[in-house]
């Protein structure tokens, strides 16, 4: 079975600095590796994803993301945060067998201070 | 394309009382999923279809939540009795290949 861990539960950054939200995933078959985002009281919204394709992903608002197969990572980066970048942000896997079975992580705020 | 509807955007009952959410999905999207996202959690799978089909309940606590999805299109969720402990944004999603889409959600409050 598949699972999500969000290293940390709360980043902070300044509004201009890089920002970085890690991932590390398990799955036992080739997985699907999802972010998304949600803003307050805002319905989830997909950041990027990776597919089995190009390892690096670019998403959506300059945000990016790294499949590291031997790490098992799938980090968020980028590389000048915005105030309106704070938000909740969750990794999600997904392992491509018949089950179609997305697992989210805890979470990770992100506080973007001016 | 129209995305996920859901309705009651927020609803309020009390303990033991029953409610029930609806979800329209995109069309065309053959996967529906129903998760509970409890403040400060990400969200959990409660139930997900394929067509009008149950893929996987194995969270879902029969007890007291049912949920259905007839001729493969629109899905209910129901709670009865509810408890308090079941105060959580109740979200729906489709898809149709790789990428879940979400609806705004249902804030349900129990009190």
């Known amino acids: 079975a598949q699972s999500v861990t969000q290293l940390d539960s709360h980043v902070s950054v300044s509004e201009g600095t890089p920002v970085l939200l890690r991932c590390n995933y398990s799955s036992s078959y080739s997985p699907s590796l999802f972010w998304y985002v949600q803003h307050p009281n805002k319905g989830l919204q997909l950041l990027l994803k990776?597919?089995?394709?190009?390892?690096l992903v670019k998403g959506i608002n300059g945000f990016e993301a790294e499949f590291k197969k031997s790490e098992t990572s799938f980090h968020l980066t980028k590389p000048s945060a915005h105030m309106s970048d704070a938000a909740e942000y969750f990794c999600v896997v997904r392992e491509d067998n018949y089950g179609q079975n997305f697992v989210f992580g805890p979470g990770t705020r992100l506080s973007v201070l001016p | 394309e129209a995305g996920v509807a859901q309705s009651p955007r927020y609803k309020i009952i009390e303990k033991r009382q029953s409610v029930a959410f609806w979800c329209n999905p995109i069309s065309g999207h053959a996967t529906l999923y129903w998760y509970q996202q409890i403040l400060g959690q990400g969200p959990k799978l409660l139930i997900q279809?394929?067509?009008?089909?149950?893929?996987?309940d194995s969270q879902l606590p029969k007890d007291r939540f049912s949920a259905e999805r007839l001729k493969g299109v629109d899905s209910t969720l129901k709670i009865q009795p509810a408890k308090l402990e079941d105060s959580a944004v109740y979200l729906c999603?489709?898809?149709?290949?790789?990428?879940?889409?979400f609806g705004p959600g249902t804030r349900l409050t129990v009190t």
């Open positions: 999603a489709s898809s149709r290949t790789h990428e879940q889409y």
């Open positions: 279809f394929q067509n009008n089909g149950v893929v996987d």
């Open positions: 990776y597919t089995s394709a190009a390892t």
